[in-house]
């Protein structure tokens, strides 16, 4: 079983920056891949990024590519949401994902999730 809970977010202002953390605990791989989501009211959850563990690969969704970076520190087994230049548009529930393997890339499915964060950006 893998553990995975989120924190850091927040409310801000458009064009700030926030950090969200993902503590990760339990059984992982290096073969695991971390992913951010995030779930809009009235939407449908969408896809943020994701972080491949093995090779630190990288890849994001369009409407945040340039502006949000994910990141690992093996130190405090915590996964990072680096979220610069923050929109209206941003606000949501961000989610903390684990896929134990896909052969997608980024994976399609995930095994494990948080609890979310909530992230509101005003303008």
């Known amino acids: 079983q893998v553990q995975l809970v989120e924190s850091g977010g927040g409310l801000v202002q458009a064009g700030g920056s926030l950090r969200l953390s993902c503590a990760v605990s339990g059984r992982t791989s290096i073969w695991y891949v971390m992913g951010w989501f995030r779930q809009a009211p009235g939407k449908e959850r969408e896809f943020v990024g994701a972080?491949?563990?093995?090779?630190?690969?990288?890849a994001y969704a369009d409407s945040v590519k340039g502006r949000f970076t994910i990141s690992r520190d093996n130190a405090k087994s915590t996964v990072t949401l680096q979220m610069n230049t923050l929109k209206p548009e941003d606000t949501a529930v961000y989610y903390c994902a684990a896929s134990s393997g896909s052969i997608n890339w980024p994976p399609r499915e995930y095994d494990y999730w948080g609890q979310g964060t909530q992230v509101t950006v005003s303008s």
């Open positions: 972080y491949r563990l093995s090779d630190m690969s990288t």
